[in-house]
């Protein structure tokens, strides 16, 4: 297959095709996931088991229509997580025109490791962030006080971790991509290490929902670890593309 270059108009249809496909799916898995919203609200309250106190166990809804918003942000949330293998190939599908021919036979290794650390960061924060965000949040509640669960407020912030964590773990996929078409080398990201590393506390400090220092650090070295595996994997590349050169 040639090489082809795509004018700016025919780069406007592949994308609004893109976006109707990756569309189309998120639709389809948000019906599904409507129908499934029961087993849904029961995983996402999973992580809170064993730490509300006493008396906070039972959630609540505070309006008469929050059960159906509930369900229908519950749905979109799945369908969003569900999705997102379609996602990453319709932007692969997008970005392909512009590579050459040999670079495009690296759409599978795309796909499948994109939506791998996808769920590694979701999983991540499902099992490990969100556990020890709610027993620092209830460590620090006042004498004579009680928490009452709002599952809207709960979802909101549980779902924006989850996706947050989710698409950070793509660090090593973006980091890979950018060395791969030659917009920068791993040389010249190998000087910014110290810089990454504060740039990651930072964001660890955004995205975290507690401002205890120790869920900032576990959020902040697993990305500069990716950070790390993404260049080692550009070097690899960047040698081997040396190699044949030289061959």
Known sequence: MEDKKLSFTEHLGELRRALVVSGIAVLVFFVVGVVFADYLDWALRL?????????????????????????????LIGGLIAASPVVFWQLWWFISPGLHHHERRMALP???????????????????????????????????TRIILSLKTYLSNASMFILAFGLVFETPIITFLICWIGLVSPKTLARYRKYVLLFTFIIAAIITPTPDAINQTIMALP?????????????????????RERE
């Not at 979701?122 to 556990?131: R, T």
């Not at 950070?227 to 994997?233: I, V």
């Open 110 to 144: 795309f796909i499948f490791l994109a939506t791998i650390f996808f769920f590694g960061g979701a999983a991540f924060c499902y099992f490990i962030v969100l556990p020890k965000a709610a027993v620092f949040s209830v460590g620090a509640m006042m004498e004579n």
């Open 47 to 75: 992580p809170l088991q064993n730490i509300l106190p006493k008396g906070s166990e039972k959630p609540v809804f505070l309006g008469i229509f929050e059960p159906i918003f509930y369900k229908l942000k519950l749905g």
């Open 223 to 243: 990305i500069y670890v990716l950070y790390e595996l993404g260049m080692l994997t550009a070097r690899l590349v960047a040698w081997r593309k040396r190699k």
